[in-house]
């Protein structure tokens, strides 16, 4: 075993024992931190060395579903207004831990049966990123061809209609590979075409008042930008305590920063609101260290709270689906709309109805591929269901690293194909529809490129 991985199951096992003997968690949220810390520090060493995106899906499961739940179950979940708000967990800790703890783990295990982390896959990305950068030598115009329509498909996207909007959704991502492309390439003045296409990239998120995306695009392009390079511990650690204060402070600041995007609240333009807001919260960190505080923050990232409203209201008051959403989701991702004019639309309006019984109207809010699996086959089917469904992105990363032989340059589109599938505050309609229709995309972008611009990606 290697020192890195004795490291952090070292690190894991010992807060895990310093949990257990502090008194008062259950043993699913002591295993579910020493978890929580292992594939950290794991998936932290792993920058530079491979590409384990699969990584951030089990961080944000065993962080969004177990860890959190575990704070609102120990600290605020008596609170008279907390029930009175509807923000508690709505079911038991037993009931809900007996059955989020096994689908998190059959989930772990689904993505991790076909261990990507070995170094023949690992090298496999480092190739693909190799081959890419020498393919791209001469040809810079692609990649700031690609930035160009991306920015127009992006300001496009205000004022096409229907179905065209998706699309031209589709089109404002090329800014984000076409950075990629600009970023492995050997333009003149390459530097100029990156900061504006940066700038276009920020700009774009201030505007909507929408960070996730960002904060997702952002994370698996630095990710693949280091891929390869021998990257020191410290910048290591340092890129990571930096994105999760720059993620919390975020998640403090977007609710007021949507007042001003969306309503006009204030004389401020979007840009001056939001590092207004932002510097307000650096020079005020007391409120990250005070429970009452704190509860928005914890509040929005506790996906299980949702789940929990999915487990009191399924078989009580809403029979189970037996597996016909998942069925209507897969069947969603072949069929166009204009062959299904009725066919299910992806955001959680209907799966939040459907299983919990809330209407929501002007706000995104889903119950999670955990919850939509216990909606349609309760505990032991939604276990299992959990574990084939991290298998499915095991095996379309296997495919692909395959296609990547002959087309090393597909690595620079991971970043918008996995953009939606890594989430877990989403549906299954979302994450396996995202992923086959970016697929899709990206096939019609080559074929188009060749086609029209005589050019091969």
Do not use: H
């Amino acid at each position: 075993m290697k020192p890195s991985k004795i490291f952090s199951v070292t690190a894991g096992l010992l807060v895990s024992f310093i949990a257990s003997v502090s008194g008062g968690l259950r043993i699913e949220e002591v295993i579910s931190l020493g978890l929580f810390v292992y594939f950290l520090l794991n998936f932290i060493d792993s920058i530079g060395k491979s590409y384990n995106m699969l990584d951030i899906p089990i961080l944000l499961a065993l962080f969004q579903c177990l860890l959190m739940p575990a704070v609102v179950f120990n600290i605020y979940n008596d609170d008279a207004l907390v029930i009175a708000l509807k923000y508690d967990m709505g079911v038991s800790a037993d009931v809900y831990y007996g059955y989020m703890f096994p689908a998190v783990l059959a989930l772990i295990a689904g993505i991790k049966i076909v261990d990507l982390s070995r170094q023949s896959y690992s090298e496999k990305f480092v190739a693909a990123v190799t081959e890419s950068r020498k393919y791209l030598t001469g040809k810079g115009n692609i990649g700031i061809v690609m930035i160009i329509i991306g920015f127009v498909a992006g300001i496009m996207q205000v004022f096409v209609p229907g179905d065209l909007q998706y699309v031209a959704y589709l089109m404002g991502k090329l800014l984000y590979v076409g950075v990629l492309y600009t970023y492995l390439s050997d333009a003149k003045n390459k530097k100029w075409y990156l900061m504006g296409g940066l700038v276009a990239v920020l700009a774009s998120s201030l505007a909507q008042g929408m960070f996730g995306e960002l904060i997702y695009l952002s994370a698996l392009s630095v990710m693949l930008i280091l891929l390869g390079k021998k990257v020191a511990n410290l910048l290591k650690y340092g890129l990571f305590l930096t994105g999760f204060v720059f993620i919390l402070i975020l998640q403090s600041i977007k609710s007021d920063y949507r007042d001003v995007a969306w309503l006009g609240k204030t004389q401020q333009s979007n840009t001056e609101a939001f590092f207004s807001l932002f510097a307000d919260r650096l020079a005020n960190p007391d409120r990250f260290f005070n429970w009452t505080t704190m509860f928005p923050i914890v509040n929005r990232f506790n996906q299980g709270m949702i789940v929990g409203k999915v487990m009191a209201y399924v078989p009580q008051r809403a029979a189970f689906a037996d597996g016909e959403t998942i069925f209507t989701a897969l069947a969603a991702s072949f069929v166009p709309r204009l062959l299904w004019p009725d066919k299910p639309i992806s955001g959680g309006q209907y799966n939040m109805e459907r299983f919990t019984g809330y209407i929501i109207k002007g706000y995104s809010m889903n119950i999670s591929p955990m919850g939509e699996a216990y909606g349609n086959y309760g505990v032991q089917g939604g276990i299992i269901f959990m574990f084939f469904y991290g298998l499915f992105f095991s095996v379309v990363i296997l495919l692909l690293l395959r296609m990547i032989k002959t087309k090393p340059t597909l690595i620079l589109w991971f970043p918008v194909l996995f953009l939606n599938s890594i989430q877990i505050e989403t549906d299954i309609l979302m994450c396996v529809n995202s992923v086959i229709k970016n697929l899709i995309f990206i096939w019609f972008c080559y074929w188009a490129a060749d086609r029209f611009l005589r050019f091969k990606l």
